[in-house]
């Protein structure tokens, strides 16, 4: 479980490069795949990967309010059913 805090974010642990897409995913996102995902979006923002003590609260608190919308956003988001598939498991496009 990632924690506020220099330790408990597990810095080491969870950095990135890229943040994954989570609408649709399966199994479905955790709230701790958003954090850690928040976590990223900020780290690249700031260009901090641990902040200052002197910016540490601002980095947190960005984190924290990042990771709330994002909940927010997944959870009404509309997502459609993945298309049939065909025989041999190729899925179907719109188009043909």
């Known amino acids: 479980v990632l924690r506020p805090g220099i330790?408990?974010?597990g810095y080491a642990a969870r950095m990135c490069r890229s943040i994954k897409t989570l609408r649709g995913a399966e199994p479905p996102a955790t709230h701790e795949d958003v954090q850690a995902a928040s976590l990223q979006f900020v780290r690249k923002l700031s260009?901090?990967?641990?902040?200052s003590l002197a910016n540490?609260?601002?980095?947190?608190?960005a984190v924290e309010e990042?990771?709330?919308a994002a909940d927010r956003l997944l959870d009404s988001l509309v997502v459609r059913p993945a298309p049939a598939s065909q025989p041999g498991g190729v899925a179907c496009s719109a188009g043909g």
């Open 7 to 9: 330790a408990g974010w």
């Open 47 to 51: 260009g901090y990967r641990v902040p």
């Open 56 to 61: 540490r609260e601002a980095f947190e608190a």
């Open 66 to 68: 990042i990771t709330l």
